[in-house]
């Protein structure tokens, strides 16, 4: 099976800073792919960032330019660092894993971490 877990959630003012952490386990043997999405009070979930295992990046227009992902192979953990934080950005964030594991390919989600930003 594979698991993920996040950390690093809280709340910040406008214009902080804060980053999140999200670790896969499991039997892997390569992840595929690692991202972060969020879902807003009221609103659908939707993508944040991904980072595929060629190291491509993909950013949603909205957090381009403010928020950093970046992960690291060998421990299956990734990382988003977001800066110039705005009340919009409010949202339980969710990490997602695709990894190639003795099981096959798998996804997973982690529970999510809560972000706030207050105005």
């Known amino acids: 099976q594979l698991q993920v877990v996040e950390s690093g959630g809280g709340l910040v003012q406008a214009g902080g800073s804060l980053r999140l952490s999200c670790a896969a386990a499991g039997n892997i043997f390569s992840i595929n792919t690692m991202g972060w999405y969020r879902r807003a009070p009221g609103k659908q979930r939707e993508l944040v960032a991904t980072?595929?295992?060629?190291?491509?990046?993909k950013y949603a227009d909205s957090v381009k330019g403010r928020f950093t992902i970046s992960g690291d192979n060998a421990k299956n953990t990734m990382a988003l660092q977001m800066n110039s934080l705005r009340p919009e950005d409010t949202a339980v964030y969710y990490c997602?894993?695709?990894?190639?594991?003795?099981?096959?390919?798998?996804?997973?989600w982690g529970q999510g971490t809560q972000v706030t930003v207050s105005s």
């Open positions: 997602n894993a695709e990894a190639t594991t003795g099981f096959g390919v798998l996804r997973a």
């Open positions: 980072l595929n295992s060629g190291g491509t990046t």
